[in-house]
């Protein structure tokens, strides 16, 4: 079984530039998540999808932060413009409803420069 | 945004040594689980942990769900060179529109000397 897949896995940008990251949940998963992760933290939760709503995108700074899943598969998240202190690692998780929602599977995450 | 309380932060110890850490919480979690870290990876599932009081193992690793609902700890027996990563306990809340998102502790980063 493939599990989530991320890209790109490093970015490196300069400041006030736009930047977009793409996950691809496991297969029959119905529940997204994305993730912040800075060095040396826990990850801390931006939002959750099930299926295609985003049900809690109360974590996201709606200002800079956007996030799509259409057709409640594959999943982007942008910045726009993004800043120095978004620099950090950015992990996309899927799981299963039904009673298994805590088993949740990560992906590699992709690691944002911002200079 | 809220983490919980991971402790220690960080482990040096002797290959074979057992392994021990644990997390708390102010707030109640439904589930409890904790993650593997390895370096430029997502975390890995090692145990998940659904009712209080529960213990559960996976292979070297045991975990113990608390009666409050507010901690959780994991052993790791005859600690072995792959066992080196960032440990996290995470706690999830159930709402209205199904599972939350997790809670993740700080991480405990274990070392090991050969």
């Known amino acids: 079984e493939a599990g989530v897949v991320q890209s790109p896995r490093y970015k490196i940008i300069e400041k006030k530039q736009p930047v977009a990251f793409w996950c691809n949940p496991i297969?029959?998963?119905?529940?997204l998540y994305w993730y912040l992760q800075n060095l040396g933290q826990g990850p801390e939760l931006l939002i959750r999808?099930?299926?295609?709503?985003?049900?809690?995108d109360s974590q996201l700074p709606k200002d800079r932060f956007s996030a799509e899943r259409l057709k409640g598969v594959d999943s982007t998240l942008k910045i726009q413009p993004a800043e120095l202190g978004d620099s950090a690692v950015y992990l996309c998780?899927?799981?299963?409803?039904?009673?298994?929602?805590?088993?949740?599977?990560f992906g590699p995450g992709t690691r944002l420069t911002v200079l | 945004g809220q983490q919980l309380n991971q402790s220690p932060q960080s482990m040096f110890i002797q290959e074979g040594e057992d392994v021990s850490m644990n997390c708390t919480s102010s707030?109640?979690?439904?589930?409890w689980l904790w993650y593997k870290q390895d370096p430029g990876e997502g975390p890995v599932l090692l145990i998940a942990?659904?009712?209080?009081?529960e213990l559960t193992s996976n292979g070297r690793l045991t975990a113990q769900f608390g009666i409050t609902r507010k901690d959780s700890f994991l052993n790791i027996s005859a600690s072995i060179p792959s066992d080196v990563g960032i440990y996290f306990c995470?706690?999830?809340?159930?709402?209205?529109?199904?599972?939350?998102?997790?809670?993740f502790g700080k991480g405990t980063h274990l070392i090991i000397q050969p």
């Open positions: 998780a899927s799981s299963l409803g039904s009673g298994r929602w805590g088993e949740q599977f």
């Open positions: 297969s029959g998963h119905n529940t």
């Open positions: 999808y099930e299926n295609e709503e985003a049900v809690d």
């Open positions: 707030s109640i979690f439904n589930t």
């Open positions: 942990l659904y009712k209080a009081g």
């Open positions: 995470a706690g999830l809340g159930y709402s209205g529109g199904g599972a939350d998102g997790l809670t």
